[in-house]
């Protein structure tokens, strides 16, 4: 009966496998050393991840054969995809007589069938893999007879639960590699709990964690619930960490909601790949914590994209998210209000990582607002260009007047924020004909500083070398631009820019989560602006840290509240009204010849 099993598994794998390579097969071929793979070119709304699945190949082995993709993947950019070759079974018994078929019927579900059948669910799942995502009217099912059942999964459910009492709801991303780094176990071991994963994992699939004893500081909780367990019940999954609470250590508990789309795969897009991110830097976040003996209790669910799931959820585990000391997320502004009025009326801190705009941010004192809107940012960037540069001879160039453009909307903040202070600029409206005239605003011997009006980097990069040539060490010039100008700062040898980012590639501390994330996750971490893996790690250790540190009542202690190895944002949270609390930590950042570095 078991070698009947693995027959029936790899026979529906070999069938997605095919189905993949009908899908496939139409892309143009290319051999290197011998191996063949598929030209593919990316889509603007392709994630790494939603690339594997159309191929049925892991990301690592993508990233393997396409290096240039390890730092991100833009649309236009070509990437070899390894052929993967038909897993063809080997003949053998199909023991017919010992499984039975059913023809799904209208209104009819798993659990009724199960029922009528005098089965479970469960074994059901593991004769019908594509049953898992759901059953539809017409779906033909195999299950086990009451004989075979005795003899099929006896060995199989029994074994499993006696060699293990942990459970684990795999993520996109995850691999058989980072799961056996994570457990402190090995890919053999795993695989010899949970035998189907000899084809490889699936998002949503459960499998069955080998026993452990470990000295515990964290417990974290998954509740990304597949339409395969569509319950309200939770289901403890250990991350990172222990599997016993340490009876002497008061446990800081977190809920993470997200819009993993667990249950609907089929509406997932590149985005979801960020959010995954965000969530392994949350994980990452959670381990750092326990290096510093806090621990901390994450229990994360898949709130998916609409505002009548996150109230389901809500609902569902009112008596579990009702006790916990913080909420992380959502993603999305349409679900936000709905989160915020259960915090506020539980006396729940909530960190809102994304959304730029929160209607009860002026209302509601529980709410945290990391993402700082546009008009906050210029004017907490104006008092940081003053700081620094009220000594300098500042020049101005106005380009255009246009509202959309962030970098005409600073200017006039800018200028504001002179005038007031009675700190000298001269102003000069740039054109074509008139750049040579630039030169007649600077001054000799000391420091001047060039204001671009303008966040398009297309507008000036040919202004650049233009301005380096009159760049000298009696005339030094520096010039302030924006971090959407990207690679066009570095053609100049002195910029500016203000952000709420700043990766330091030589921390010492970047460098140790460089190693971990690669250690624990089995690929290396992004490098795209902003990351999302470092903001989860950020949010996570400087929040939980305040909590652990002066309990809830945290925010009294903000000023005064010493933030610590934060990657890459910077949070300096201040009081709105009556209501909560936004982020103004914008820094300011410098390019010299040699790397960006945060200016002093």
């Known amino acids: 009966m078991k070698q009947l099993r693995y027959i029936l598994l790899i026979s529906y794998f070999l069938s997605l496998f095919l189905n993949g390579f009908a899908q496939s097969r139409d892309y143009p071929k290319v051999s290197q050393n011998g191996k063949d793979f598929y030209l593919y070119e990316v889509k603007k709304s392709d994630g790494l991840y939603r690339i594997s699945r159309k191929f049925k190949v892991s990301q690592e082995e993508i990233l393997k054969y396409n290096q240039h993709a390890i730092s991100g993947i833009n649309k236009g950019m070509k990437l070899m995809i390894p052929i993967q070759e038909p897993i063809f079974t080997a003949k053998g018994p199909t023991a017919q007589n010992d499984l039975i078929t059913h023809t799904v019927k209208t209104s009819e579900t798993l659990y009724s069938i199960a029922k009528r059948y005098k089965v479970t669910a469960n074994e059901i799942w593991d004769l019908n893999i594509e049953a898992r995502n759901g059953i539809k009217e017409g779906m033909i099912l195999k299950i086990p007879s009451s004989e075979g059942k005795k003899t099929m999964f006896k060995k199989t459910t029994t074994s499993r639960i006696t060699s293990s009492s942990q459970t684990h709801t795999v993520l996109p991303k995850e691999t058989l590699y980072s799961l056996s780094k994570r457990y402190n176990t090995t890919i053999n071991d795993l695989i010899n709990i949970n035998p189907e994963l000899a084809n490889g994992l699936k998002i949503g699939q459960v499998i069955y964690l080998p026993s452990a004893q470990k000295e515990d500081i964290i417990v974290v909780r998954d509740n990304l619930k597949s339409n395969s367990y569509n319950t309200a019940n939770t289901r403890a999954s250990e991350i990172l960490g222990s599997t016993i609470r340490s ?14 789309m667990l249950n609907n795969s089929e509406k997932q ?11 392994e830097g949350v994980l990452l976040g959670v381990n750092q914590l326990k290096q510093e003996n806090i621990s901390v209790e994450l229990i994360t669910y898949d709130i998916e994209k609409s505002p009548i799931k996150v109230k389901e959820v809500l609902k ?4 579990q998210l009702k006790d916990v000391d913080l909420i992380i997320g959502p993603a999305y502004s349409s679900q936000v209000d709905i989160v915020a009025e259960f915090a506020q009326e539980n006396y729940i801190p909530l960190v809102v990582p994304f959304s730029p705009k929160i209607r009860s941010l002026e209302t509601n004192p529980y709410v945290f607002q990391n993402n700082t809107p546009h008009k906050k940012q210029f004017v907490e960037a104006s008092r940081l260009f003053i700081e620094k540069f009220s000594d300098k001879n500042i020049v101005i ?11 005409s909307e600073f200017s006039k903040f800018l ?16 054109t074509l004909e008139n750049y040579a005239n630039i030169k007649y605003k600077l001054v000799d011997s000391i420091e001047n500083i060039i204001v671009f009006s303008t966040e398009k ?11 380096t040539a009159i760049n000298s060490e009696t005339t030094p010039i520096s010039i302030f631009g924006f971090d959407s100008w990207n690679k066009t700062l570095t053609s100049y040898p002195s910029s500016y820019y203000y952000s709420s980012f700043f990766v330091d590639r030589k921390s010492k501390n970047n460098g140790i989560y460089r190693n971990k994330f690669r250690q624990e996750f089995g690929y290396p971490s992004y490098s795209t602006s902003p990351r999302f893996d470092l903001l ?12 652990s540190s002066y309990g809830k009542p945290f925010v009294s202690e903000l000023d005064r509240y010493e933030q610590t190895q934060t990657l890459q944002s910077r949070f300096k949270f201040e009081k709105q009204k009556d209501g909560g609390y936004l982020n103004m930590g914008v820094q300011l950042v410098h390019y010299t010849e040699e790397d960006f570095i945060l200016a002093k």
């Open 316 to 319: 569902a585990n009112y008596s």
């Open 536 to 547: 989860g790690f950020d949010l996570t250790h400087y929040f939980v840290k305040a909590i």
């Open 269 to 279: 897009d590149a985005t979801i790949d960020k959010f995954v991110e965000f969530y």
């Open 247 to 260: 009876e002497n250590k008061s446990i800081i508990k977190v809920a993470l909601l997200m819009p993993f």
């Open 397 to 407: 160039l106005d380009f255009n007047n246009d509202i959309e453009d962030n970098g």
């Open 457 to 467: 980097a297309n507008i000036i990069r040919n202004l650049l070398p233009k301005i």
């Open 415 to 430: 200028k504001v924020f002179l005038e007031r202070d009675n700190i000298p600029f001269k102003e000069m409206q740039f």
